[in-house]
T-cell receptor, first 114, second 114 residues
């Protein structure tokens, strides 16, 4: 199995508080992604990174920011959590191109904003 | 932009029945195509992939053929088992503005009864 871990696995927080989710990889993959998964919407891309300090927005980036100061870590921050951000968050990594191209996913973080 | 459309679920089958989950895509260029599977409480994992037209991906009895003429990548299995109950996601990967951004369908839930 690919070395990718998410923390925390579960988080309950209150509206208006900041929250940071962490994704850590040991595969030295260039690309890292944050998705959220909601019923009826499948997986939606929040932000992604293609290298240290190189990040870009996905389709649902409003209310989220990210940082990647090291190859192995990709942080997702909710500056001021809202109830609409209650979701399951998945981190994924990839080294695109070639026959081994695929995404590896973490186990997810269940976030509840009350 | 790129998109993936897959049949809505849930798909409910009896054990040993034949499975088809339809997937069609729109993309510029020549994307790679993937099926991922998500078991309850877990992240997604790659089931199979195909990187060029007419390629067939296969794994664990599942198959899908990359059909460029119909822009489709339908998932099939000849005889499903209870253990195949999961959510299945069709996905494509393509380069957009120099970045590698996977696109997912909304997922299809499969329920297999004994």
């Amino acid at each position: 199995d690919a070395g990718i871990t998410q923390s925390p696995r579960h988080k309950v927080t209150e509206t208006g508080t900041p929250v940071t989710l962490r994704c850590h990889q040991t595969e030295n993959h260039r690309y890292m992604y944050w998705y959220r998964q909601d019923p009826g919407h499948g997986l939606r891309l929040i932000h992604y990174s293609y290298g240290v300090k190189d990040t870009d927005k996905g389709e649902v980036s409003d209310g989220y920011s990210v940082s990647r100061s090291k190859t192995e870590d990709f942080l997702l921050t909710l500056e001021s959590a809202t109830s609409s951000q209650t979701s399951v968050y998945f981190c994924a990594i990839s080294e695109p191109g070639g026959e081994n191209e695929k995404l590896f996913f973490g186990s997810g973080t269940q976030l509840s904003v009350l | 932009g790129d998109s993936v459309t897959q049949m809505e679920g849930p798909v409910t089958l009896s054990e040993e029945a034949f499975l088809t989950i339809n997937c069609t895509y729109t993309a510029t260029g020549y994307p790679s195509l993937f099926w991922y599977v998500q078991y309850p409480g877990e992240g997604l994992q790659l089931l199979l992939k195909a990187t060029k037209a007419d390629d067939k991906g296969s794994n664990k009895g599942f198959e899908a053929t990359y059909r460029k003429e119909t822009t489709s990548f339908h998932l099939e299995k000849g005889s499903v088992q209870v253990s195949d109950s999961a959510v299945y996601f069709c996905a494509l990967s393509a380069t957009s503005g120099g970045s590698y951004i996977p696109t997912f369908g909304r997922g299809t839930s499969l329920i297999v009864h004994p």
